[in-house]
């Protein structure tokens, strides 16, 4: 039989859940939001480095050292990882059910945060003939080489996350879920193929940033409501 002191303390931590899950949701919705901002600075890209390539030239060259610009594109990078790693530890504790989803996201941020902070490329090769030379003969930085992999693995957990939250049931509905998971993954394939054939890289590029951009603004718009410990909207 229940007394009315623990029926009390029943209350209470219902409440406290309640105010903690409404706290986790909108930090997530707060760095999801500012994470596709900074994700997005390569928009200003051509105003302040009018002389990259922007039909076959990587995003990334924007935040290559040697490259006017290259701080603000580089912490932007920065902090847009950070930004996108403690949104998937608040979605830890938002919702469980979400583990797979919120694990590539985490993927997602720390490898976007080692691409603006640790492994930006050292030139840009597709305007420099002799950064590309200097590339193709391993004469560059270990840096250079790194930022390819840990672009790669960025990818990857934004592909990961996208589709794992829609399984989960969590973020935009479902059907929309799916169709950024397969718009990501379609821009991605383009992208490695138009690099292969040495044209029209940078143009897909750009489209398969937007998608991820786009979708972590739609991840903190829906993805804000607060959830019961069952996973359900309270």
Do not use: K
């Not at 029943?10 to 919705?29: C, H, P, Q």
């Not at 790693?85 to 996201?105: I, M, Q, T």
């Not at 840990?150 to 509905?173: E, F, K, Y």
């Amino acid at each position: 039989m229940l007394t009315t002191q623990t029926l009390g303390r029943f209350m209470r931590a219902d409440s406290d859940a309640r105010v903690a899950a409404r706290w986790e949701a909108r930090v997530l919705a707060g760095c999801c939001a500012c994470a596709a901002a900074l994700y997005s600075l390569w928009v200003l890209g051509p105003w302040i480095n009018p002389d990259l390539d922007a039909l076959n030239g990587y995003v990334s060259e924007y935040a290559a050292r040697d490259q006017p610009g290259s701080p603000l594109f580089r912490v932007g990078d920065g902090l847009a990882g950070l930004l996108a790693a403690a949104a998937a530890v608040a979605g830890f504790r938002y919702s469980r059910s979400g583990v797979v989803g919120w694990s590539g996201l985490l993927v997602f941020g720390v490898a976007t945060g080692l691409d603006g902070a640790l492994t930006p490329m050292a030139c840009a090769s597709f305007v420099d003939t002799g950064c590309a030379v200097r590339e193709l003969v391993g004469a560059l930085p270990a840096t250079h080489a790194l930022h390819e992999i840990t672009s790669s693995v960025a990818a990857l957990g934004a592909l990961v996350a996208m589709g794992g939250l829609a399984r989960a049931g969590i973020g935009p509905p479902a059907r929309w879920g799916w169709a950024w998971c397969s718009a990501t993954g379609v821009a991605t394939a383009v992208t490695l193929a138009a690099l292969w054939l040495g044209t029209g890289a940078g143009v897909v590029q750009r489209a398969q940033l937007a998608l991820i951009a786009t979708w972590l603004i739609a991840l903190a718009v829906t993805g804000a409501r607060p959830r019961s410990a069952g996973g359900r909207d309270a």
